[in-house]
């Protein structure tokens, strides 16, 4: 028995809810009624057999098969697209998709995407999302290609090692620590912080690793990112633990946290998707362009 295919029409409908999570939004851009939207996700759901999309409080979230169903949904779109303008003649480079984090795009990635945009006609958009926001996006098949910090090995992303950086300790270059050559966690006993909100992960790593070697710092001020943190360091409001390519602010100095991990940077993407060429040449670009951080 053939099973039926999934209806066109109905993907490019999810595709886009899928990328809002939000009936209104994704109405305005179809130009359909809310209601003609909700019945198409419904219809696909139907389909398929599957549900696609579930509440979370009052927002709306993908389940896992919701996931996979929106990235074969723009791989679909992608491919219909790529077809379609091939038979037409049009041999031009097909839209490419990177996300990251905002840390990533200004000290990790900038140089190899200023090489990239320069040299390659293909056109490309830059999606700014967390460490979750970014693999989420590539598991729905939103971005293309993801650069995130994956501790943990992911069934359904393969990844490859874009960078390993150090932590080190940010401070003014006065502060009583910045004569060492390098900080251990003991050390950070009654020092004044510069650290994220207790929900970021940088944090929660941060206080298990002082609790663990018995340092009880004191957060003077909660920062998130990397460019506001250093601000504050530069302002001497305290010290702060960041990531070892960070660039300094005039008057502050970093040394290293032998004790604290090192932070492995990948490049992820879908390990079932497809492999489009501008996307593998993006992909070797940024390989090629962060490979200093990988020596």
């Not at 398929?48 to 791989?75: I, P």
């Not at 650069?147 to 270059?173: F, H, K, T, Y």
């Not at 290293?256 to 492999?275: F, I, N, Q, S």
Request: glycine share 8%; hydrophobic share 45%.
């Amino acid at each position: 028995m053939v099973t039926p295919a999934p209806d066109l029409d109905l993907l490019r409908t999810f595709a886009v809810f899928a990328a809002q999570l939000n009936f209104t939004r994704a109405a305005a851009l179809l130009h359909l009624s809310q209601p003609a939207v909700h019945a198409q996700v419904a219809r696909l759901g139907e389909s398929l057999g599957v549900a696609l999309y579930q509440r979370q409080g009052r927002a709306l979230a993908l389940t896992d098969d919701g996931r996979r169903v929106a990235a074969f949904a723009r791989e679909t779109s992608e491919r219909t697209e790529a077809f379609v303008a091939a038979l037409r003649g049009d041999e031009a480079p097909r839209p490419v998709c990177l996300c990251a984090g905002a840390g990533s795009y200004v000290h990790l990635l900038g140089e190899a995407l200023r090489g990239w945009i320069a040299g390659c006609a293909a056109p490309t958009r830059l999606l700014t999302r967390d460490r979750e926001g970014t693999l989420e996006a590539v598991r729905s098949g939103e971005a293309h290609l993801g650069v995130a910090p994956v501790e943990a090995r992911r069934a359904d992303l393969s990844a490859e090692v874009l960078g390993v950086i150090p932590q080190v300790l940010a401070m003014p270059a006065a502060h009583p620590l910045a004569g060492r050559r390098s900080v251990r966690l003991r050390d950070l006993d009654g020092v004044r912080l510069v650290a994220p909100s207790p929900d970021r992960p940088h944090r929660q790593a941060l206080d298990a690793a002082l609790a663990a070697g018995g340092a009880r710092a004191e957060v003077a001020v909660e920062a998130n990112g990397w460019e506001l943190t250093l601000r504050f360091v530069e302002l001497c409001v305290g010290a702060a633990v960041v990531s070892g390519f960070c660039r300094l602010p005039p008057g502050v100095v970093a040394r290293p946290m032998p004790e604290l991990p090192a932070k492995t940077y990948h490049l992820v993407r879908r390990r079932k998707g497809a492999r489009r060429p501008e996307q593998e040449a993006l992909r070797q670009a940024l390989l090629a362009g962060c490979a200093t951080w990988r020596r």
